[in-house]
């Protein structure tokens, strides 16, 4: 049984920075491609970035690309996302998922794991 679980979300003032982690259990992370989506109220789940299963390869959402950034140690088996420069419209949960594919996907139907979210609440 495959867990993801993810901390370090909060409220922060715009301008601001967080660092959500992804701790995962059940399968070493190396064995993954992992991501992060975000759901704001009323609105779909949406892609935020993603890493390959050997970290070289990245991708980011227009709305992020340049502040924040995603990380994996597969030693400690989690991964990271560095928000900076924070804005009102990043307010959303974020959530951490891991796929079996090998190429990076931004689709949420492709993960085959995701975690219970945590709330990040940027403030203006």
């Known amino acids: 049984q495959v867990h993801l679980v993810e901390s370090g979300g909060g409220l922060v003032q715009a301008g601001g920075s967080l660092r959500l982690a992804c701790a995962v259990s059940?399968?070493?992370?190396?064995?993954?491609?992992m991501g992060w989506f975000r759901q704001a109220p009323g609105k779909e789940r949406e892609f935020v970035a993603a890493?390959?299963?050997?970290?070289?390869?990245?991708r980011y959402a227009d709305s992020v690309k340049g502040r924040f950034t995603i990380s994996r140690n597969n030693a400690k088996n989690t991964v990271y996302l560095q928000m900076n420069s924070l804005k009102p419209e990043d307010t959303a949960v974020y959530y951490c998922?891991?796929?079996?594919?090998?190429?990076?996907?931004?689709?949420?139907?492709?993960?085959?794991?995701w975690g219970q979210g945590t709330q990040v609440t940027v403030s203006s």
């Open positions: 890493i390959s299963w050997s970290g070289p390869s990245t």
């Open positions: 998922a891991a796929t079996n594919r090998v190429v990076l996907t931004t689709t949420p139907g492709n993960y085959n794991y």
């Open positions: 059940g399968r070493t992370v190396s064995s993954f491609g």
